[in-house]
């Protein structure tokens, strides 16, 4: 079982910057592949990045690419999405996730474990 804290969300102009992180409870946190998630009012949830258990691979939705990066820190059992230049289309609640499958594997299968998630909100 695998419990997931996010923070560091907030109101933001446009072309600002936020780090997002996200605490695990999980005592093999390194075994979990970590992502991020998002979804804007009236729309899915969407996939946003993935990292594999020892960060040494990451995984990116096309929006976002150059403009995130993702990162994890297994000894502080944490996982961060640096975003920048952001867009008001980037204004949604953002949701940290978990699982024992492949960062790749995370953009396609629902993760197993999800945080509560965090309000991002990009003003133009």
């Known amino acids: 079982q695998v419990q997931l804290a996010e923070s560091g969300g907030g109101l933001v102009q446009a072309g600002g910057s936020l780090r997002l992180s996200c605490a695990a409870s999980a005592r093999t946190f390194d075994r979990y592949a970590m992502g991020w998630f998002r979804q804007a009012p009236g729309k899915e949830r969407e996939f946003v990045a993935s990292v594999n258990w020892s960060g040494g691979r990451t995984y990116y939705a096309d929006l976002v690419k150059g403009r995130f990066t993702i990162s994890r820190d297994n000894a502080k059992n944490t996982v961060y999405l640096q975003m920048n230049s952001l867009k008001p289309e980037d204004t949604a609640v953002y949701y940290c996730?978990?699982?024992?499958?492949?960062?790749?594997?995370?953009?396609?299968?629902?993760?197993?474990?999800w945080g509560q998630g965090t309000q991002v909100t990009v003003s133009s």
């Open positions: 996730a978990a699982d024992l499958r492949s960062g790749q594997a995370m953009g396609v299968i629902p993760p197993n474990y």
